[in-house]
């Protein structure tokens, strides 16, 4: 239980697309606030969005808002969490990594620390 994993990283050029995706191994009799952070070199790890299971409220940082869409899908094994990433710029580029814990952080979502769960982390690259 609370095994993450993120699928779906590469390199694109500047203005194009990518979606990821992030398999959940995690009881799914309850609800949880799942997110996708970033984090490039020699910077602060920053929220990117967030996404409450229950009722599916989203929240976006003001620098994805109009390109990124992050969204869910639940079986009775697993959530699946996924960004999908559009005119992408170089600024974008970062490890990218998955993140959930139990129940709802509503304004609190962007803070690193209040979650539990974590995946390993997929790059995401573009380039000029």
């Known amino acids: 239980q609370g095994q993450l994993r993120e699928y779906g990283g590469g390199s694109v050029q500047n203005g194009g697309s990518l979606g990821l995706s992030c398999e959940a191994s995690?009881?799914?009799?309850?609800?949880?606030?799942m997110a996708w952070f970033r984090q490039a070199p020699g910077k602060e790890r920053e929220g990117v969005a967030s996404?409450?299971?229950?009722?599916?409220?989203?929240?976006?940082a003001d620098s994805v808002k109009g390109r990124f869409t992050i969204s869910q899908d639940q079986d009775n094994a697993k959530i699946t969490l996924y960004l999908q990433m559009n005119s992408l710029k170089p600024e974008d580029t970062a490890m990218y990594y998955c993140?959930?814990?139990?129940?709802?952080?509503?304004?609190?979502?962007?803070?690193?620390?209040?979650?539990?769960?974590w995946g390993q982390g997929t790059q995401v690259t573009v380039s000029s």
């Open positions: 996404l409450y299971t229950g009722i599916g409220t989203t929240n976006y």
């Open positions: 993140a959930a814990v139990p129940g709802s952080l509503r304004d609190s979502w962007l803070r690193p620390s209040n979650y539990n769960y």
């Open positions: 995690v009881y799914t009799g309850r609800t949880y606030s």
